[in-house]
């Protein structure tokens, strides 16, 4: 069955420090996405992402934060400089036309 | 906008029990489906049932199944012959049809399945 796969699956990083989270969607997904789950809260759209471009963002987006897809298989989400709120499981997920998106397995940032 | 509430933060079964998980949404649309999804303490996203909104069928999976009421603006999640493997976050949510097609996530229902 098809997947989408998040790396790393933790990462520890410094206030301030910049980090990347990737992504590898489903090869013939048109849609992306990042989401946020900050611990023992709901899960929250952050952006998302089709033929090239951002095509909706949410007010936590901000410019921090900016995605990617630089080889038509990665997706990544850069935050350039880290804060301890920016801690959470971040989800990326793909979606083609039908059906449910499918969610990669998170990746845990902890902001030290 | 739409939003998701889920008004039950926390619920608890006995194993082999059926337990029911409210979850109601508020959309002018009228195209969309919405989902039930498991967390377990991995915090991966597991998919449990998916409902189309133009289909008026209950949607259903083994031991699960929902009580669709679109004019109520409802969609819960019954648990049938629940197992301690069931214990979990249960996230509802919103995808409308066109658009972005995001999620609007509710805020979650920790079950706790007893042996």
């Known amino acids: 069955e098809p997947e989408v796969t998040q790396t790393p699956s933790h990462q520890v990083t410094q206030m301030g420090q910049e980090v990347i989270l990737r992504c590898v969607p489903i090869?013939?997904?048109?849609?992306f996405y990042w989401y946020r789950q900050i611990l023992g809260q709901k899960v929250e759209f952050l952006v998302s992402?089709?033929?090239?471009?951002?095509?909706?963002k949410s007010e936590i987006f901000d410019d921090q934060f900016s995605v990617e897809r630089p080889d038509g298989s990665n997706f990544t989400l850069k935050i350039r400089s880290t804060k301890l709120e920016d801690s959470a499981m971040y989800f990326c997920?793909?979606?083609?036309?039908?059906?449910?998106?499918?969610f990669g397995q998170g990746t845990r940032l902890t902001v030290v | 906008a739409q939003t998701v509430t889920q008004s039950q933060p926390e619920m608890s079964v006995q194993e082999a029990e059926t337990v029911t998980l409210s979850c109601t949404y508020d959309?002018?649309?009228?195209?969309?489906?919405l989902f039930w999804y498991k967390q377990p303490p991995s915090r991966q996203m597991i998919l449990v049932i998916r409902?189309?909104?133009?289909?008026?069928q209950n949607a259903t999976e083994n031991r699960f199944s929902v009580n669709f009421q679109k004019a109520a603006k409802s969609f819960s999640l019954k648990i049938s012959d629940s197992q301690l493997g069931d214990t979990a976050m249960y996230f509802c949510a919103f995808m409308k049809l066109g658009g972005t097609y995001k999620y609007i996530f509710g805020t979650g229902t920790r079950l706790k399945v007893l042996a």
């Open positions: 997920a793909s979606y083609y036309e039908e059906g449910e998106a499918f």
């Open positions: 090869s013939n997904h048109l849609y």
């Open positions: 409902q189309e909104a133009y289909k008026q």
């Open positions: 959309t002018s649309e009228s195209n969309y489906y």
């Open positions: 992402f089709y033929n090239n471009e951002i095509s909706e």
